[in-house]
């Protein structure tokens, strides 16, 4: 068993840390505050290769492992998880375009999405369904060579900046998951358009809204995959996504864990600083603990996926382990800066409250744990 990190994965490591401590920390609660997305640090993530990191070569990317983007997404996360979030959901969309796309797709899309020049989303949630993929009520019908969408999405990230879409929808709802297909839907095309930002009580800066597709007509070259198989596309795609998410579940629990410590060595109470008292010291010890163990879940899950093995399992339960740790993590790291926590003088209280999407998006915490339980019940 060999835990040691390549001489490459270490030096990327290295360089997101530099960038992170340096470009992307100091902006982290400006971008909570405005909630405006970052523009300058979407463009240096490009200039940095950061966006086009799993990208094969042949479309203009860097072609690492994704052991190495799971360290980049904790490394960007420790500093802001709006800035890892966006470089996620580039690689993901990436993803889903060379996995599942046409050679005239990848050619099309890929160089774009690699270089930053371009957004691409994910328009799946709807009002009325969101873990219930097959409950969906976007259609798709078939017509002059192509097809006409109708639906509204929810809570879609980046949606009111989107170049390109990969959107859900049911070819027939009478078939359930069976009916579901992918579709890129590109800016311009009539009748896709975003509608409402939500207000959201953190992970702010990232246009997160609403999708509308009104009678959208998309050519039939626009089908990402076959029709009837985006419920099995778009699971495949969500192990990876779900190491990413833990990642940054991850990142932001160390970083929580190092403003405690800080914190709990600097502020003084009965003749000391209170990080002399045991009950501030259990508090930390769980964390680190807690973190170590999450840690060592993600890589092995980012590891197996750099064989080509099935992580079902793994990255889900490497997702509900970070995620709920980093909800436990922030809560104590607030509770340690006593009154301090609940104000906005210490980025405790922005940590607080964005800890608490790990548990919901990407697969709440229950499908996480039917994930789990399901492959449990298959394996033994
Ligand atoms: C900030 C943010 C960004 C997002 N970005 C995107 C995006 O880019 N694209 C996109 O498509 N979606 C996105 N989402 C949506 C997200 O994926 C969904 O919110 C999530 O999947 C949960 O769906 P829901 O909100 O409809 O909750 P529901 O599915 O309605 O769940 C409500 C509750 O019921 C529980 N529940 C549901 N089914 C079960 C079950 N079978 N067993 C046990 N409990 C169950 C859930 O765990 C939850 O506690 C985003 C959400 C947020 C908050």
């Not at 099309?108 to 989303?121: F, N, Q, R, T």
């Not at 969500?238 to 579940?249: E, F, K, S, V």
């Not at 410590?261 to 603990?289: C, E």
Request: glycine share 10%; hydrophobic share 40%; net charge neutral.
């Amino acid at each position: 068993m060999n835990f040691e990190l390549s001489d490459a994965q270490r030096m990327m490591k290295e360089m997101v840390r530099e960038f992170a401590e340096k470009e992307i920390k100091p902006r982290a609660a400006e971008i909570d505050r405005t909630d405006e997305f970052p523009w300058d640090l979407w463009k240096r993530m490009a200039e940095l290769g950061l966006l086009g990191m799993t990208l094969p070569s042949e479309y203009g990317g860097s072609g690492m492992d994704i052991v190495s983007w799971a360290i980049a997404q904790e490394e960007m996360a420790r500093a802001s998880v709006v800035v890892a979030d966006i470089q996620l959901l580039s690689t993901l969309m990436q993803n889903m375009i060379l996995k599942n796309g046409s050679e005239a797709q990848k050619q099309k899309h890929l160089p774009a999405l690699g270089s930053g020049e371009k957004i691409c989303i994910i328009a799946q949630t709807e009002p009325g369904a969101g873990s219930d993929v097959a409950g969906i009520q976007t259609t798709a019908k078939l017509e002059r060579d192509g097809y006409v969408l109708n639906g509204t999405k929810r809570f879609i990230t980046c949606a009111m900046l989107a170049d390109l879409a990969i959107v859900v929808a049911t070819v027939d709802k009478s078939k359930g998951h069976k009916g579901i297909t992918l579709f890129l839907v590109e800016k311009g095309t009539p009748g896709f358009s975003p509608g409402s930002k939500e207000h959201l009580m953190g992970v702010k800066g990232m246009a997160t809204g609403e999708v509308v597709l009104d009678n959208c007509w998309v050519p039939k070259e626009n089908l990402l995959g076959g029709e009837g198989e985006g419920f099995k596309r778009a699971m495949i795609s969500l192990d990876t996504g779900r190491i990413g998410i833990g990642c940054q579940a991850l990142g932001l629990a160390q970083a929580a864990m190092e403003e405690a410590v800080r914190y709990a060595k600097q502020r003084t109470a009965f003749g000391g600083p209170i990080g002399n008292l045991q009950a501030v010291q259990h508090k930390l010890a769980d964390m680190s603990a807690g973190i170590e163990a999450a840690r060592l879940r993600l890589r092995h899950a980012a590891w197996l996926k750099d064989q080509g093995r099935s992580i079902i399992r793994e990255a889900a339960e490497a997702k509900l382990l970070a995620s709920e740790l980093a909800v436990r993590v922030t809560n104590e790291a607030l509770q340690i800066h006593g009154g301090y926590g609940y104000s906005t003088d210490f980025p405790i209280e922005r940590m607080y409250r964005e800890a608490k999407v790990y548990t919901i998006w990407e697969g709440t915490s229950e499908i996480q744990r039917m994930v789990i339980a399901r492959q449990l019940l298959k394996e033994y």
